[in-house]
């Protein structure tokens, strides 16, 4: 889903990259720009999902343990969540790169 949707958004901004490039910005400055600005993208979202995740998942918990009277234990998924950072990473970097370079083959 984040690589149609990455994908998607580059392909709508190409006439936006065409007036960049008819500014001065070079081919791997242009491609610098769309792959911060898709990192952002991927930072923000992630930290909020980590907030959100957490707090959900604390007031569930709390809720279940203090109903079944047992002592509350907070794991984190560390592992999980490090693997999933980095698959985003390179999904987007994917997304950003393959239509990036169509583009700059034509020019």
């Known amino acids: 889903m ?3 949707s990455t994908t998607q958004n580059i392909n709508e901004a ?8 008819s ?6 400055e242009g491609l610098r720009v769309y792959l911060y600005e ?3 993208v991927v930072i923000i979202a992630s930290a ?6 957490l707090a959900a998942s604390i007031l569930v918990s709390a809720q279940l ?5 047992s002592p509350s234990k907070l794991l984190f998924p560390i592992y999980t969540f490090t693997g999933m950072i980095v698959v985003s990473f390179v999904t987007t970097y994917m997304a950003v790169y393959l239509p ?3 583009v700059n083959q034509k020019q």
């Open 14 to 21: 190409i006439w936006e990259y065409g007036v960049l490039r």
């Open 23 to 28: 500014m001065g910005i070079t081919k791997s």
């Open 48 to 53: 909020l999902g980590l907030l959100v995740g």
């Open 38 to 40: 898709s990192y952002s």
């Open 2 to 4: 984040l690589l149609i």
């Open 100 to 102: 990036m370079s169509k």
């Open 65 to 69: 343990l203090t109903f079944i009277e």
